[in-house]
């Protein structure tokens, strides 16, 4: 196993592609959780968390 995470070592387009699904996936899960606010169903609440857990391990480099 590798001793550390480095992003330099994924292809460019996969490199890009990491770098903006960062920077949209906070809003996008902002405005999920608007709708959630407003109109509650389980399909939200599923797609939220789905999308926090995202959020946490793009922000964090676990994947």
């Not at 330099?8 to 592609?17: A, C, I, S």
């Not at 903006?20 to 959630?36: E, V």
């Not at 939220?48 to 480099?61: P, R, S, Y």
């Amino acid at each position: 196993m590798r001793k550390g995470y480095n992003p330099y070592l994924l292809p460019p387009w996969l490199r890009k592609t990491r770098f903006y699904c960062k920077s949209i996936i906070i809003p996008i899960a902002a405005f999920q959780l608007i709708r959630m606010l407003l109109v509650p169903t389980t399909g939200d609440f599923i797609l939220l968390c789905i999308l926090c857990g995202l959020a946490f391990t793009l922000h964090k480099d676990i994947i």
